[in-house]
Nanobody
Framework: AVEVAESGGGSVQAGGSLRLSCAASGTGRGPYCMAWFRQAPGKGREPIAYMTVNSDGSPWYADSVKGRFTISRDNAKNTLDLQMNMLNPEDTAMYYC????????????????WGQGTQVTVSS
């Protein structure tokens, strides 16, 4: 079975940085998509970045985080880290990592496997 787990998160002041890590297991050896989503209070879950692991694919970023957030993969460890810089209060949300060997990145909102989420709080 596929399992996904996030780590990192916490509280930071505006302008600060945080790093989240996502580890997946049970995904097999082929390429598969890992994605970071977030859900702010009172809002729906939105994709912010994704990348195909075990491939040469390029990352995708939402406009709201482009230039500030960077994802990096470790194919050997099946991990996808999210480096978040220049954080602002609008970035406050629960951050979720998802992975699914059977769903394309552009359909990542249909992932079947998600972590429990990790809270990121940015104060002004």
């Amino acid at each position: 079975a596929v399992e996904v787990a996030e780590s990192g998160g916490g509280s930071v002041q505006a302008g600060g940085s945080l790093r989240l890590s996502c580890a997946a297991s049970g995904t097999g050896r082929g390429p598969y998509c890992m994605a970071w989503f977030r859900q702010a209070p009172g809002k729906g879950r939105e994709p912010i970045a994704y990348m195909t692991v075990n491939s040469d694919g390029s990352p995708w970023y939402a406009d709201s985080v482009k230039g500030r957030f960077t994802i990096s993969r470790d194919n050997a460890k099946n991990t996808l880290d999210l480096q978040m810089n220049m954080l602002n209060p609008e970035d406050t949300a629960m951050y979720y990592c998802g992975a699914d060997p059977h769903v394309r990145c552009r359909d990542s909102d249909e992932f079947n496997y998600w972590g429990q989420g990790t809270q990121v709080t940015v104060s002004s």
